[in-house]
């Protein structure tokens, strides 16, 4: 069992930058890939960016470039650091954890969802 919670976001101008972070609970936290999604009001959940359990990377092409993701396995956290921000960013975003030896991208091979945190960004 995992547990997720996201925290770090806010409101920021556009072109500003954000890190949010994810603070796992549970023993096996190295075990999981951890991704990142994000939906934004009337639109669908969608993928943002993953660190596979090896360190591995794979962002979408929107965020590619401006978005890092990271993780501290001895801290069970992992980050988004988010530079360049653009008011199309705007959106909740989630954090989850996948049970996976690939580098998953979909929602359905994550098995635990953080709460959420709302990033706002403001042309």
């Known amino acids: 069992q995992v547990q997720l919670v996201d925290s770090g976001g806010g409101r920021v101008q556009a072109g500003g930058s954000l890190r949010l972070s994810c603070a796992a609970s549970?023993?096996?936290?190295?075990?999981?890939?951890m991704g990142w999604f994000r939906q934004a009001p009337g639109k669908e959940r969608e993928f943002v960016a993953v660190?596979?359990?090896?360190?591995?990377?794979t962002y979408a092409d929107s965020v590619r470039g401006r978005f890092t993701v990271s993780r501290d396995n001895a801290k069970k956290t992992v980050y988004l650091q988010m530079n360049l921000l653009k008011p199309e960013d705007t959106a909740v975003y989630y954090c989850?954890?996948?049970?996976?030896?690939?580098?998953?991208?979909?929602?359905?091979?994550?098995?635990?969802w953080g709460q959420g945190t709302q990033v706002t960004v403001s042309s």
């Open positions: 989850a954890a996948g049970l996976r030896r690939t580098i998953p991208t979909m929602i359905t091979e994550y098995d635990y």
């Open positions: 660190i596979s359990r090896n360190g591995v990377n």
């Open positions: 549970g023993r096996t936290f190295s075990d999981y890939a």
